[in-house]
């Protein structure tokens, strides 16, 4: 009865206008994106479009998808997630189920897990990091990219706690008992109890690794290996179009704003691809850490 109250459908009512317009701020600047996109030149450099093209065209589009440095960039990018993703999810879920053992199954785990905590108080910096990528041989390839960030302390102990309190300890007392050791129990059952877990926590790594410009840059003296997010940066806010070998009559013919608008909603389409398949599991995910360790 109490959901059918006047307080509770005013309560409703007012929930849903305000989560409304709360999604609205957040699409806004997407939706400009697009429209200053979509929009002719003279209108977007006069900075008249709102949310709606005007001078409707998508010259923009095609000459974006026509420039090979952009879908190079793009193509790496797209390796660098895939790559990523499967490397620090391999490397958390081993590590996060070993550490979600009792000290008495797992001799020296407090020793393993304030190892791991270490490294999200201290770090030893941009400079030793940059020395030992370089010094193994890794830049200019697409390892530099993936292998430094491949394993982050936090989703870690996300995992981790998720493990301790989701996965009964009575189905893997039962599997021990059957016969079947930690590799066969670790897929046999932890994985599949944790696959809303997993998701979140790939979701996360996945944002990242797309998102990241930063090493691209300084791991990268060629610009024909930048990632999507480096590409970009170089181009709309150094505005250097020299490192990149953007075409010159692109940018007379077309505002530069239009096609630097296009670029920025193509590099931000994967992720709004992606999220609504694991969308159904990021309500339970983002619960992972409600636990102490």
Same mark, same amino acid.
């Given at each position: 009865?109490?959901?059918?109250? $006047?307080?509770?459908?005013? &309560?409703?009512?007012?929930?849903?206008?305000?989560?409304?317009?709360?999604?609205?701020?957040?699409?806004?600047?997407?939706?400009?994106?697009?429209?200053?996109?979509?929009? %002719?030149?003279?209108?977007?450099?006069?900075?008249?479009?709102?949310?709606?093209?005007?001078?409707?065209?998508?010259?923009?589009?095609?000459?974006?998808?026509?420039?090979?440095?952009?879908?190079?960039?793009?193509?790496?990018?797209?390796?660098?997630?895939?790559?990523?993703?499967?490397?620090?999810?391999?490397?958390?879920?081993?590590?996060?189920?070993?550490?979600? $053992?009792?000290?008495?199954?797992?001799?020296?785990? $407090?020793?393993?897990?304030?190892? /791991?905590?270490?490294?999200?108080?201290?770090?030893? %910096?941009?400079?030793?990091?940059?020395?030992?990528?370089?010094?193994?041989?890794?830049?200019?390839?697409?390892?530099?990219?993936?292998?430094?960030?491949?394993?982050?302390? /936090?989703?870690?102990?996300?995992?981790?706690?998720?493990?301790?309190?989701?996965?009964?300890?009575?189905?893997?007392?039962?599997? &021990?008992?059957?016969?079947?050791?930690?590799? $066969?129990?670790?897929?046999?059952?932890?994985?599949?109890?944790?696959?809303?877990?997993?998701?979140?926590?790939?979701?996360?790594?996945?944002?990242?690794?797309?998102?990241?410009?930063?090493?691209?840059?300084?791991?990268?003296?060629?610009?024909?290996?930048?990632?999507? *997010?480096?590409?970009? *940066?170089?181009?709309?806010? *150094?505005?250097?179009?020299?490192?990149?070998?953007?075409?010159?009559?692109?940018?007379?013919?077309?505002?530069?704003?239009?096609?630097?608008?296009?670029?920025?909603?193509?590099?931000?389409?994967?992720?709004?691809?992606?999220?609504?398949?694991? *969308?159904? /599991?990021?309500?339970?995910?983002?619960?992972?850490?409600?636990?102490?360790?």
């Amino acid at each position: 009865m109490q959901y059918k109250t $006047k307080g509770y459908r005013i &309560f409703t009512a007012f929930n849903y206008t305000f989560m409304i317009c709360i999604s609205f701020l957040c699409l806004f600047p997407l939706i400009h994106i697009l429209a200053v996109s979509l929009s %002719g030149s003279a209108p977007a450099t006069a900075n008249i479009v709102g949310l709606w093209p005007v001078d409707f065209t998508i010259d923009a589009y095609e000459r974006t998808l026509a420039n090979e440095n952009f879908l190079r960039s793009l193509g790496v990018s797209v390796t660098r997630v895939i790559l990523g993703t499967a490397i620090s999810m391999t490397l958390l879920l081993c590590a996060a189920y070993a550490l979600s $053992k009792n000290d008495s199954e797992f001799k020296g785990r $407090k020793i393993y897990m304030w190892f /791991f905590v270490f490294t999200m108080l201290f770090n030893g %910096g941009l400079v030793p990091t940059y020395i030992v990528v370089t010094r193994l041989g890794l830049t200019d390839t697409i390892w530099a990219l993936v292998l430094p960030p491949a394993i982050n302390a /936090f989703n870690m102990i996300l995992l981790l706690n998720f493990f301790r309190t989701s996965v009964p300890r009575s189905l893997e007392e039962s599997a &021990f008992i059957d016969g079947a050791g930690h590799f $066969k129990i670790f897929l046999k059952i932890y994985l599949p109890i944790s696959v809303p877990a997993i998701a979140t926590i790939s979701l996360f790594t996945m944002v990242f690794h797309w998102n990241s410009w930063f090493d691209g840059l300084i791991y990268n003296t060629n610009a024909s290996n930048y990632p999507l *997010q480096t590409f970009l *940066q170089t181009i709309v806010v *150094q505005q250097d179009f020299s490192n990149v070998d953007v075409d010159a009559d692109m940018m007379r013919n077309l505002s530069q704003r239009t096609v630097q608008s296009a670029q920025i909603f193509i590099s931000a389409l994967p992720m709004l691809i992606v999220y609504p398949f694991l *969308q159904r /599991f990021f309500v339970k995910g983002i619960v992972l850490g409600a636990d102490k360790e």
